[in-house]
């Protein structure tokens, strides 16, 4: 194949715009934001899920206090009865007497332990209801930290996505000079060698493969026509000639 000299520079100067898009897309998918915001995210998940079982043991608590509480006030009212009873004068028969007393005290004896129980719950609610506090408060502030790290992947996307497309321009602008057949096996080289169809030859060395060329290679490129389009024979991509090519 066969391309003006010029034609075959300006070839450096897409490839040089395909390398910079290449970093860019790289730089894109690897923003630090993207990493930080997945991991905020599941510190999030984590978080809501022991908030959801902390406010869950806080309201179960809260039920079980309102019960063991009414457990209290049902023996406290059947001793009030018996109290007044026996203090009413109208138990009279000792055996009687000495049961009304005996469940008087065994009344009592329950509601201690009923009131044991709640003071128990109590703690148990007050525990979770600060621990779900405790989570509530890690929640926001990891809710804060995402929209901090979202924002600013946004606005690096954004200006990755306003210099890839002032690339893309510069690309199709300089694309349009080179003649089809040179474009197209640039093209096909580029898809096979990672990105790279063209590289300079640069005192002697492929600066695609970075191999330098031995002095048979360095004869058959010397004995080359100036419009010759020359390939490395390692990487077999399109070799461009320049005055610092060393020949």
Do not use: F
């Amino acid at each position: 194949m066969n391309a003006a000299p010029a034609d075959q520079i300006r070839l450096l100067d897409v490839q040089g715009l395909d390398v910079r898009l290449t970093q860019l897309a790289h730089r894109r998918e690897t923003l630090p934001e993207h990493a930080e915001v997945r991991a905020l995210d599941s510190e999030i998940a984590q978080q809501r899920d022991l908030l959801v079982a902390a406010r869950t043991e806080e309201g179960d608590t809260a039920r079980e206090q309102a019960k063991a509480e009414q457990d209290v006030d049902q023996v406290r009212q059947r001793s009030a009865r018996d109290q007044q009873r026996l203090d009413s004068g109208m138990v009279t028969n000792p055996k009687d007497l000495e049961s009304l007393q005996s469940e008087i005290a065994s009344l009592a004896r329950r509601q201690d332990d009923l009131e044991t129980i709640v003071l128990d719950i109590m703690e148990r609610q007050e525990t979770a209801g600060a621990r779900a506090k405790e989570l509530a408060a890690s929640v926001e502030e990891l809710e804060a930290k995402v929209a901090g790290a979202t924002a600013r992947r946004d606005a690096a996307l954004t200006e990755i996505e306003a210099e890839s497309d002032q690339v893309r321009a510069q690309r199709a602008e300089a694309a349009a000079t080179i003649p089809a057949d040179l474009l197209k096996l640039y093209e096909k080289l580029r898809e096979q060698q990672g990105g790279v169809g063209a590289a300079r030859l640069y005192q002697r060395a492929c600066q695609g493969c970075r191999l330098e060329l031995n002095i048979t290679e360095l004869n058959e490129v010397r004995a080359a026509a100036p419009d010759t389009v020359v390939r490395c024979e390692n990487c077999r991509r399109i070799l461009v000639r320049t005055p610092q090519s060393g020949l």
